[in-house]
């Protein structure tokens, strides 16, 4: 890790007046908000993909309330920084991380999978401020965000591009032909987090289709690689406040992570990927989630 | 007249397209142009020297070419996404589906060498289905210009237009079709181009020159046949379409798919809404080798093949 960056304060980063520690613990606590009502929204809503919300909850929140500038009553500003939730899937935590940013009301998370909500299983930007493409199909989101890099390499701008992608998402070809690019092109504004849980769908990813040596992969393609605790509010900030820091190649973040963070009985369950807690496993998750806040 | 002959006043539609692509450039930074290795084939080189930092040259991999398409619009760009049509369609149809139609991205996609343009390579090189398949795509415009001049009018009306956009961009020749003075282009909007009251011909594309060929044949033998330009076939121009009916009988005309495309398009619509007699002029599915033009005569998709349906379809 290089030496921390400070960046202007945009939004909730400028609460940071205490250092790390205490952006720190503003992450986490976001994170722990947006654990506890994203599986409400999937109770009430009957389904979703609690897994990966969970396993992506914590990199979701250091992005949306520290790291990344943008004005959520300007959603679309030519000069905002970019985050794709590659593995669309996964909007429990993309629409609390918006909702808490202020892209739109609260209330509207309530909303979630019902007939008619801008709330969809995957996200759509044509009627969901705040998202920037619509994923779902695993391997959409780093090709559009290559294409933003390369748009602000173009004009020498000065936003920076953050893709989240799945760990078993990376089977996809179309990943790996951006990245090619990516890196062909040295896209130093581009940051790539892999949400490394090591499950997909059906079973773990090695056993599928292995990944490993996967930082190895993207060295090979001329990308920085960097790997940290993908739940360590404090090594994840780090990490994106070092991402951010001038360069000329792509970065990747191999976060490890636990598919279900932070509700026991669902962490490493690949039979988590899509499921909804009955009223029983709702109020222990939710038990224990609180539990951590006054830890 | 056979789409093989010969003439000194035929034209390769790339030449209009790069030019207009080039004029736009010149005036608005925000124009870029996507390849995947196609610079040559796309007759791109004067761009590349001219701007080479908005020519972007993804190499051989046309899934992330229409992805960063879609990202060049995010990022305030307007993309001409060019590659063969054939590759470029099929290769990326769900990054045509969802980053650029389901997510309303400003991407102009350019369909080079479509149809039967690549005769000799065969099936896997013809593109012969792209119109059917992208017009089953919601928010999506598609345009099959037929000549220069529309080329070029419909590259600039899709620069001029917020949101994605198909160009089928022919390599085969083709005259200059003659058009009143002052005539304009407009997306979605028909452009009749002789009138008559046995029949309607719809055509576009390659196909346009030959469907006016038929009609002058077919009023020697004393057979009336309107002649309408349907460039866009999505969205479709129904009021045109009702014209059209009103004569009794439509034949249309494409260089693509006999159904499916153009052809299934208006036959969509008469069905619900004016049901006429039709015959759907195109190709019936995977190709033999042989030269564009040698295709073409085969399967009919010539000013006799056109006038032979007409008579047919009025009885005569």
């Known amino acids: ?295 | 007249m056979s789409a093989s002959a010969p003439s000194s006043g035929l034209f390769d539609c790339r030449d209009a397209y790069v030019r207009a692509v080039e004029e736009l450039a010149i005036a608005d930074d925000r124009i870029v142009a996507v390849v995947n290795d196609s610079v040559g084939s796309s007759k791109l080189g004067k761009f590349r020297d001219r701007f080479p930092h908005r020519l972007v040259n993804v190499g051989i991999a046309e899934q992330n070419m229409v992805g960063i398409g879609a990202g060049l619009a995010n990022g305030g760009k307007i993309p001409f996404v060019s590659g063969a049509s054939c590759f470029l369609t099929a290769r990326a149809m769900e990054q045509i589906k969802v980053d650029c139609a389901y997510s309303n991205s400003n991407v102009k996609l350019c369909g080079i060498s479509s149809g039967v343009a690549y005769g000799e390579l065969g099936a896997t090189h013809h593109s012969i289905e792209d119109v059917a398949w992208l017009r089953a795509i919601d928010n999506l415009t598609v345009i099959v210009p037929s000549d220069p001049w529309e080329t070029a009018a419909a590259i600039k009306a899709a620069a001029e237009m917020d949101g994605p956009v198909f160009i089928r961009i022919s390599r085969m020749p083709v005259p200059q079709i003659a058009r009143a003075e002052g005539a304009s282009f407009a997306i979605g909007k028909a452009e009749v181009l002789r009138v008559g009251n046995d029949l309607a011909i719809i055509a576009n594309g390659t196909l346009l020159h030959q469907a006016v060929a038929a009609a002058q044949d077919l009023a020697a033998e004393g057979i009336s046949a309107r002649v309408v330009n349907m460039a866009t076939v999505s969205p479709l121009d129904a009021e045109a379409i009702a014209a059209c009916a009103a004569t009794g009988a439509i034949v249309t005309a494409e260089e693509g798919l006999a159904s499916g495309g153009l052809g299934g398009a208006v036959a969509e619509l008469c069905a619900r809404h004016h049901p006429v007699p039709m015959r759907m002029l195109g190709f019936p599915g995977f190709l033999p080798t042989g030269s564009a033009a040698w295709l073409m005569d085969r399967f009919g998709l010539n000013a006799n093949g056109i006038a032979a349906a007409a008579r047919e379809l009025v009885g005569r």
């Open chain 1, 1 to 295: 890790m290089g030496t921390p960056q400070q960046y202007p304060a945009t939004g909730d980063a400028a609460l940071d007046i205490g250092g790390k520690a205490q952006r720190a613990r503003h992450v986490g606590e976001r994170a722990n908000w947006m654990r506890r009502r994203l599986l409400g929204m999937i109770v009430a809503a009957g389904q979703g993909h609690p897994g990966g919300d969970l396993s992506a909850t914590d990199i979701v929140a250091a992005l949306y309330f520290d790291i990344l500038r943008f004005d959520p009553t300007a959603p679309l500003a030519p000069s905002r920084d970019r985050f794709i939730l590659s593995k669309g899937h996964c909007t429990g935590a993309l629409y609390t991380a918006l909702a808490g940013a202020g892209f739109f009301p609260e209330a509207d998370l309530d909303t979630y999978l019902q007939p008619g909500s801008r709330l969809n299983g995957h996200p759509n930007r044509t009627y969901l401020p705040g998202v920037e493409t619509n994923t779902g199909p695993l391997g959409h989101g780093l090709p559009v965000g290559v294409g933003i890099a390369v748009a602000g390499q173009i004009d020498n701008a000065d936003y920076r591009v953050f893709v989240l992608t799945g760990d078993g998402e990376l089977q996809e070809g179309s990943m790996w032909e951006a990245a090619m690019f990516a890196g062909h092109r040295g896209l130093g504004n581009l940051t790539v987090i892999v949400d490394r849980n090591r499950l997909q769908q059906g079973a773990r990813t090695e056993d599928t289709n292995s990944l490993e040596p996967l930082g190895g992969k993207w060295a090979s393609f001329g990308w920085q690689v960097v790997e940290v605790d993908g739940h360590d509010h404090a090594a994840l900030l780090a990490a994106f406040d070092d991402a951010c820091a001038p360069r000329n190649q792509p970065r990747v973040i191999i976060a490890n992570t636990i598919k279900g963070k932070g509700v026991s009985f669902m962490e490493n369950q690949a039979g988590w990927h899509h499921g909804v807690p009955n009223p029983e496993q709702y109020q222990q998750a939710l038990a224990e989630l609180e539990a951590e806040i006054h830890a």
